[in-house]
């Protein structure tokens, strides 16, 4: 198996985290959850070490690039779905919102 799992890069707030107390909880606790994952799988018996991790489990962030007047420019790409595909037999596709309707994937 493979997980992909893409993150914004900031949580959706004005400013920047850093300035934004919500933010700095929701980049704290989304940091703890990546911890927890992480080292559920490597306390799997068939996982060797952080690069055989790796073959199984990624988190990115996307993001934009252009030129502008010869000035280089980026921006957060803002992820807000969910997309679940199984052994290319079964698909989920969903918002990102944490309630039984989004995640149930019978709709």
């Known amino acids: 198996f493979r997980v992909f799992i893409s993150l914004p890069q900031w949580p959706a707030f004005e400013g920047m985290p850093f300035d934004n107390p919500q933010a700095k909880i929701v980049l704290k606790y989304q940091h703890k959850t990546m911890d927890s994952i992480i080292n559920r799988l490597k306390a799997h018996p068939r996982i060797r ?12 962030s996307l993001r934009t690039a252009e030129m502008i007047a010869a000035h280089p420019r980026s921006e957060q790409v803002y992820v807000h779905a969910k997309l679940m ?5 079964k698909v989920i596709i969903g918002s990102a919102n944490l309630n039984q309707r989004s995640l149930r994937g019978d709709r």
């Open 85 to 89: 595909i199984i052994d290319d037999t």
């Open 49 to 60: 070490d952080d690069d055989h991790l790796a073959r199984y489990i990624g988190f990115y």
